[in-house]
């Protein structure tokens, strides 16, 4: 069982940053790739970054590619997303997700993962 905590969000205006981390319970932390999530109002779950086993492979959405970076830090069982220039289309609610793998690679974005948090509120005001 792992439980996951996610922290961060908030309120920014367009072109600022936030940096989002989760936290992770449990014993069996680096068993799991670890990926960011977000929902808009209306709209379905969406992937926006993931991050392998050991932190060597990370994958990101194109909307958000050049801007976002996923890292982890397996002896904190913490997961993060850096988000820089910002846009009004980022506001969200965001989602930190654990998935049990067996390689050293990042899972697809359509990958089903078997644990998730509770998520948070990021608005970016234009």
Do not use: H
């Not at 981390?21 to 808009?40: E, H, L, N, P």
């Not at 996923?70 to 988000?83: C, E, G, T």
């Not at 390689?103 to 359509?110: K, M, T, V």
């Amino acid at each position: 069982q792992v439980q996951l905590v996610e922290s961060g969000g908030g309120l920014v205006q367009a072109g600022g940053s936030l940096r989002l981390s989760c936290a992770a319970s449990g014993r069996t932390f680096t068993s799991y790739a670890m990926g960011w999530f977000r929902q808009a109002p209306g709209k379905e779950r969406e992937f926006v970054a993931a991050v392998s086993k050991s932190g060597g492979f990370t994958g990101y959405a194109d909307s958000v590619k050049d801007r976002f970076t996923i890292s982890r830090d397996n002896a904190k069982n913490s997961v993060y997303l850096q988000m820089n220039s910002l846009k009004p289309e980022d506001t969200a609610v965001y989602y930190c997700a654990a998935r049990r793998v067996a390689g050293w690679g990042i899972p697809a974005p359509r990958d089903e993962y078997d644990y998730w948090g509770q998520g948070t509120q990021v608005t970016v005001s234009s």
